[in-house]
Structures are given as structure tokens and as C-alpha cells.
């Protein structure tokens, strides 16, 4: 059963906008946290955004200010609105949903994470 499906992705010019889609299963988007985390050719995967059913949202310096995450509640569907894309940005990017709170843990850290997307590719051209 497919729980996080990801769309949005593709090539874009430095400087450009991109909006990423994370359509999810009622149950699996009723959890305490979701993420976006990419992988670039030859790197770990790294954590981007996450969010969480209390306000606010976290973000690695990286996409700080560039890049905004944000969920609709009705459409089961979490976003990640990508601006001022840069080359480094190119990755694939994957959403990711977690089952369980664990008090105390940073959203970057993936053992949290229980469901992941197939990802979506990101290439900006300079």
C-alpha cells in the first residue's frame, strides 16, 4: 500500500521557483511529524524541512529562508515551496511521515521517520 506520493519535480534555472507535492493516506499524514529530506549523486541524504502538528517549522541553513514547508489538512497533502533554487539544490527529494512522537528528537534525525515517498528530481541549471 503506497502511503506518500511526490510530484512537482523537475528542471528549473537558477533563481527559479518550484513547488513540491507530498500527497498522503489519512493515516499516514494524521502523524505528529512529516519532512522533507534530499539526496544529491554521491551524497547522504540530508535533511530539509520538517513539520509537525504544532506552529512552526524547522529548516537546515541551507534552504533557511529560500524554502517554506506547509501541509493541508484537508487534502491530506504536504507542500514544500522551493525559491531562489540554486545548483547545489539539484537532488532527489523525498517526503517522509512518522508514526510515533519522540520527545526531545530533532527532525532531521530519519529513525523517526516510518514512511517514505519514492522521491521526485530536482536538477537546477545554472
Known amino acids: 500500500q503506497v502511503q506518500l506520493v511526490e510530484s512537482g519535480g523537475g528542471l528549473v534555472q537558477s533563481g527559479g521557483s518550484l513547488r513540491l507535492s507530498c500527497a498522503a493516506s489519512e493515516r499516514t499524514f494524521s502523524g505528529p511529524r512529516m519532512g522533507w529530506f534530499r539526496q544529491a549523486p554521491g551524497k547522504e541524504r540530508e535533511f530539509v524541512a520538517g513539520?509537525?502538528?504544532?506552529?512552526?517549522?524547522v529548516y537546515a541553513d541551507s534552504v533557511n529562508g529560500r524554502f517554506a514547508i506547509s501541509r493541508d489538512n484537508a487534502e491530506n497533502t504536504l507542500y514544500l515551496q522551493m525559491n531562489s533554487l540554486k545548483p547545489d539544490d539539484t537532488a532527489v527529494y523525498y517526503c517522509?511521515?512518522?508514526?510515533?512522537?519522540?520527545?526531545?528528537?530533532?527532525?532531521?534525525?530519519?529513525?523517526?521517520?516510518?514512511?517514505w515517498g519514492q522521491g521526485t528530481q530536482v536538477t537546477v541549471a545554472s
Open positions: 517522509a511521515a512518522a508514526r510515533f512522537h519522540y520527545p526531545g528528537m530533532s527532525y532531521s534525525d530519519e529513525r523517526q521517520y516510518d514512511y
Open positions: 513539520i509537525g502538528w504544532s506552529p512552526g517549522s
